[in-house]
């Protein structure tokens, strides 16, 4: 099929939804971007694969966590290649878990995929997933690249510090687009920690909402300079998730 831009789009790997007589996409190519959302430990057979849950001798090897991780990540690298795309080609990757306790070892599992160039990204924490006992899932968006299409890590946009256990890019550049990561109104220094003084309303009734002063630090300290430093602007932007 194709989109009105005559861009042709099409489903990757579509499996069975299990007890339903539907169907799902693992991933989808549009033109020269491959989407992947629901990324997930699952096998697409049961909730979570075997190797993730070792029913028997749960605790041998890497924890869970990180086999959880592993086997999702094994996802992704399958819709990507079938889709004529790469870890090296990612140019956002959302995550999503149940508990922060298994960040870590999705951090580790995340950034040997990427092989240290990982891509903007933004985590959130949920209460659960459609799937039992699963405890994380991802969205990735990639390009497909060609002699004049390709993916650029801006490694000095940065207009904050990032810290190395998650250690993403400040920005990316693929093409005329620009993708930056998730921003909150963490302190610019790491002894100022959690909120930056900025965005703290001081003592009083009169001196601001917590949300509005938070919203004026991300898009004055952090948001408009990293798009500054990519050659792009407030007025160029397509797509905000809040």
């Not at 069975?16 to 959302?37: K, L, S």
């Not at 699952?42 to 592993?70: C, I, M, N, W």
């Not at 889709?83 to 950034?111: K, L």
Request: hydrophobic share 35%; charged share 25%; with cysteine.
């Amino acid at each position: 099929m194709t989109n009105s831009s005559g861009a042709a789009t099409r489903p990757i790997l579509p499996v069975a939804v299990p007890n339903t007589p539907h169907r799902w996409a693992r991933g989808i190519r549009a033109g020269r971007w491959v989407f992947a959302t629901g990324q997930c430990g699952t096998d697409y057979v049961h909730a979570l694969a075997p190797e993730v849950l070792q029913s028997g001798h749960p605790f041998d090897g890497p924890s869970r966590a990180h086999r959880e991780a592993k086997r999702l990540f094994q996802n992704v690298a399958e819709v990507l290649a079938e889709g004529g795309s790469s870890a090296s080609d990612v140019v956002r990757i959302d995550q999503y878990y149940t508990s922060p306790d298994v960040v870590d070892a999705y951090h580790e599992t995340r950034r040997e995929f990427f092989k240290g160039k990982i891509p903007p990204s933004t985590s959130n924490l949920h209460r659960r997933f459609a799937r039992a006992q699963q405890s994380m899932e991802v969205q990735v968006m990639a390009a497909v690249p060609d002699a004049n299409f390709s993916v650029r890590h801006e490694a000095d946009a940065g207009a904050y510090k990032i810290h190395p256990s998650s250690g993403y890019s400040p920005a990316l550049s693929a093409g005329d687009f620009r993708f930056v990561p998730g921003q909150t109104a963490e302190a610019l220094r790491e002894e100022d920690a959690p909120i930056d003084p900025e965005a703290r309303r001081a003592h009083g009734l009169w001196k601001g909402t917590p949300i509005k002063l938070e919203t004026d630090f991300i898009i004055r300290r952090k948001l408009t300079p990293t798009l500054e430093a990519v050659g792009a602007g407030l007025d160029t932007v397509v797509k905000a998730q809040i």
